[in-house]
């Protein structure tokens, strides 16, 4: 008997399936940000329910499935007409139904995703369904549904805007006479020994695989995986002609320049430093110097007026301020969890970010862009707001141009590959020292700040997030002074 995520695991990789059945404990536990999206997941199927009320729902027992099949077995024949998580175990396969309603006299299907549209894996996922139900009931049609992230949420949360509707029931009927035969295969496989299958692109497709701790524990730290912007099959070809360090890539193998100074700086373990790049990006800047970042947190149900499923909602920033005279100084916004963090936002950075001096941001575009974001939803700082990009300067530029490459970059520019690798033993400018120590962590722990009771708790969860935006501004300041001293 296959569950359907376990028939759904075994069509992207047989091994997945067979390591699931045969060898669990290999399995890699979900990391925060996995374990973000399935309550996400969750929190989303219960609000769909209210597009079909008055259902009852089937309580998920991992101890009892038969018991599940039995209760919903029961609810039909009591002629309920509205089931959620309705289970079936049929045709080998134990499925369960988001939403089932009846109509006329036979069945229609809701699955509900927290995507905002409909993906390839989701009509797989569908058909195994439609194998499954339909040698029990007498199914309709069979439909996504999604959130709507072009809804923008004024006053109450309109579900029937919130969610897209969309019937699939013709995609999923083409797919469903292949089921039985993959089925079979994955049968026999579980029978057999351990699959013999490579790594490859399947690893992370639709899924990234929880057994890549396993499967890929022969990859080294530095390897062809980390040459820079090199499309993934390219990588694996390498990688399947047993090219897998730096030293292994023969001096014939097309590189582009980036990747050829990460093979030889790895090799000579020295940084490449160019002062004229560095010079020339140093020419365009202005005093003061304004270091700035955002943080921002998505939410798929809006919470606020003027929010969208997913919009990028920027709630909390660092500013360090260089004066030409060498003064450093500190400002930042951390906006309050229970209210929409923008409109005190957007009044305290016009006033903080001043009038004329470069904006320096690392990897400018993602700040560019909420700045412009945040001009379309406050009209009445438009102006004011949109002055502030053509201040903007981007301190990854030198690095991406070669001005300073060090070899334990290992092809990665972001702020959290240059810092250590510039600063390897300065306890001041070191994340792990933080309890909050990337900006997906941020993300996830301001999203869910709100649901805190407990205050003193709610603070120090707040004075984490100030240390961890504030390093990443003090980090470009360090950066910046050592590219000059370098220069
Ligand atoms: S890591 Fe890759 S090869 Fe290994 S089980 Fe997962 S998908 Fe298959």
């Given at each position: 008997?296959?569950?359907?995520?376990?028939?759904?695991?075994?069509?992207?990789?047989?091994?997945?399936?067979?390591?699931?059945?045969?060898?669990p404990?290999?399995?890699?536990?979900?990391?925060?940000?996995?374990?973000?999206?399935?309550?996400?997941?969750?929190t989303?199927?219960?609000?769909?329910?209210?597009l079909?009320?008055?259902?009852?729902?089937?309580?998920?027992?991992?101890?009892?499935?038969?018991?599940m099949?039995?209760?919903?077995?029961?609810?039909?024949?009591?002629?309920v007409?509205?089931?959620?998580?309705?289970a079936?175990?049929?045709?080998?396969?134990?499925?369960?139904?988001?939403?089932?309603?009846?109509?006329?006299?036979g069945?229609?299907?809701?699955?509900?995703k927290a995507?905002?549209?409909?993906?390839?894996?989701?009509?797989k996922?569908?058909?195994?369904?439609w194998?499954?139900?339909?040698?029990?009931?007498?199914?309709g049609?069979?439909?996504?549904?999604?959130?709507?992230?072009?809804?923008?949420?004024?006053g109450e949360?309109?579900?029937?805007?919130?969610?897209?509707?969309?019937?699939?029931?013709?995609?999923?009927l083409?797919?469903?006479?292949d089921?039985?035969?993959?089925?079979?295969?994955m049968?026999?496989?579980?029978?057999?020994?351990?699959p013999?299958?490579?790594?490859?692109?399947?690893?992370d497709?639709?899924?990234?695989?929880?057994?890549?701790?396993?499967c890929?524990?022969?990859?080294?730290?530095?390897?062809v995986?980390?040459?820079?912007?090199?499309?993934?099959?390219?990588?694996?070809?390498?990688?399947?002609?047993?090219?897998?360090?730096?030293?292994?890539?023969?001096?014939?193998?097309?590189?582009s320049?980036?990747?050829?100074?990460?093979?030889?700086?790895?090799?000579?373990?020295?940084?490449l430093?160019?002062p004229?790049?560095?010079?020339?990006?140093?020419?365009?800047?202005?005093?003061?110097?304004?270091?700035?970042?955002?943080e921002?947190f998505?939410?798929?149900?809006?919470?606020?007026?003027?929010?969208?499923?997913?919009?990028?909602?920027?709630f909390?920033?660092s500013?360090?301020?260089l004066?030409?005279?060498?003064e450093?100084?500190?400002?930042?916004?951390?906006?309050?969890?229970?209210?929409?963090p923008?409109?005190?936002?957007?009044?305290?950075?016009?006033?903080?970010?001043g009038e004329?001096?470069s904006?320096?941001a690392?990897?400018?575009?993602?700040?560019?862009?909420?700045?412009?974001?945040?001009a379309?939803?406050?009209?009445?700082h438009?102006?004011a707001?949109?002055?502030?990009?053509?201040?903007?300067k981007?301190?990854?530029?030198?690095?991406?141009?070669?001005?300073?490459?060090?070899?334990?970059?290992n092809?990665?520019?972001s702020?959290?590959?240059?810092?250590?690798?510039?600063?390897?033993?300065d306890?001041?400018?070191?994340?792990?020292?933080?309890?909050?120590?990337?900006?997906?962590?941020?993300?996830?722990?301001f999203?869910?700040?709100?649901?805190?009771?407990?205050?003193?708790?709610?603070?120090?969860?707040?004075?984490?997030?100030?240390a961890?935006c504030?390093?990443?501004?003090?980090?470009?300041?360090?950066?910046?002074?050592?590219?000059?001293?370098v220069?």
């Amino acid at each position: 008997m296959l569950s359907k995520s376990q028939f759904i695991r075994g069509l992207q990789c047989h091994k997945s399936l067979w390591l699931l059945k045969h060898r669990p404990e290999l399995r890699d536990q979900p990391d925060a940000a996995q374990q973000a999206l399935f309550d996400t997941g969750h929190t989303v199927g219960d609000l769909a329910c209210q597009l079909f009320p008055g259902g009852i729902e089937i309580e998920f027992d991992t101890q009892n499935f038969d018991g599940m099949v039995e209760q919903t077995r029961q609810l039909i024949a009591d002629g309920v007409e509205v089931i959620y998580e309705a289970a079936f175990k049929q045709n080998g396969i134990f499925a369960m139904a988001d939403i089932l309603v009846k109509n006329g006299d036979g069945w229609d299907v809701y699955e509900v995703k927290a995507s905002t549209g409909v993906k390839d894996y989701h009509l797989k996922d569908a058909a195994v369904q439609w194998y499954s139900l339909s040698e029990v009931l007498t199914l309709g049609r069979i439909h996504i549904v999604h959130v709507n992230n072009q809804y923008l949420r004024q006053g109450e949360l309109d579900i029937q805007r919130l969610f897209t509707i969309e019937d699939i029931t013709e995609d999923v009927l083409t797919l469903v006479e292949d089921v039985h035969e993959y089925q079979a295969g994955m049968e026999a496989m579980l029978k057999a020994d351990e699959p013999q299958m490579l790594i490859g692109s399947h690893c992370d497709d639709p899924h990234s695989c929880d057994f890549k701790s396993h499967c890929w524990r022969d990859v080294p730290d530095v390897s062809v995986f980390n040459l820079y912007r090199m499309n993934s099959a390219k990588k694996f070809d390498l990688y399947h002609r047993g090219i897998v360090q730096y030293a292994d890539i023969p001096p014939t193998e097309s590189l582009s320049p980036v990747q050829r100074i990460q093979v030889e700086t790895a090799s000579t373990r020295q940084p490449l430093i160019q002062p004229h790049i560095i010079q020339d990006f140093m020419a365009d800047l202005v005093y003061p110097l304004y270091f700035f970042d955002f943080e921002t947190f998505m939410e798929a149900i809006p919470r606020f007026d003027g929010q969208k499923p997913y919009m990028q909602m920027p709630f909390q920033y660092s500013l360090h301020i260089l004066h030409e005279s060498g003064e450093l100084e500190h400002k930042e916004y951390l906006g309050d969890e229970h209210s929409d963090p923008r409109p005190g936002l957007v009044v305290q950075m016009l006033n903080d970010l001043g009038e004329q001096g470069s904006i320096i941001a690392f990897n400018q575009s993602f700040e560019i862009s909420r700045i412009r974001e945040l001009a379309k939803q406050f009209p009445q700082h438009a102006d004011a707001l949109e002055a502030l990009i053509s201040r903007f300067k981007d301190l990854i530029v030198p690095f991406r141009n070669l001005g300073y490459y060090h070899p334990d970059f290992n092809g990665s520019f972001s702020i959290k590959s240059v810092l250590p690798a510039m600063f390897p033993n300065d306890p001041e400018l070191d994340y792990k020292q933080l309890e909050i120590q990337n900006g997906g962590m941020a993300m996830d722990t301001f999203a869910n700040l709100h649901r805190l009771k407990d205050p003193n708790q709610r603070d120090s969860i707040r004075q984490a997030l100030l240390a961890y935006c504030r390093l990443d501004t003090l980090a470009m300041v360090r950066i910046y002074q050592s590219l000059k001293q370098v220069s």
